[in-house]
């Protein structure tokens, strides 16, 4: 478990099956909003509809909780 360097909210960072590095809240998201929901999957992060695994918990990628996350977002086209 980390520390969001900006907020100091826990979170856990995954890979999502695309590669990329990806912090997400640490504890399971209960409410009804789909945006950035992640599903764990053998350590991928996998960003799937909210019912697609029924017994699994959701969680939400922090880049939407995060007060502070647009300083943190980088231009279109940045590595």
Not at 42 to 70: K, W
Request: proline content about 11%.
């Amino acid at each position: 478990m980390s520390e969001c360097r900006s907020c100091g909210a826990e979170i856990v960072w995954a890979q999502t099956e695309y590669g990329k590095r990806i912090p997400l809240d640490a504890a399971p998201y209960q409410g009804d909003d789909p945006r950035g929901l992640f599903v764990l999957r053998s350590g991928t992060a996998m960003a799937v509809p909210p019912d697609a695994f029924p017994d699994e918990p959701n969680y939400r990628t922090h880049f939407v909780t995060c007060p502070d996350r647009d300083a943190w977002r980088q231009p279109k086209g940045a590595a």
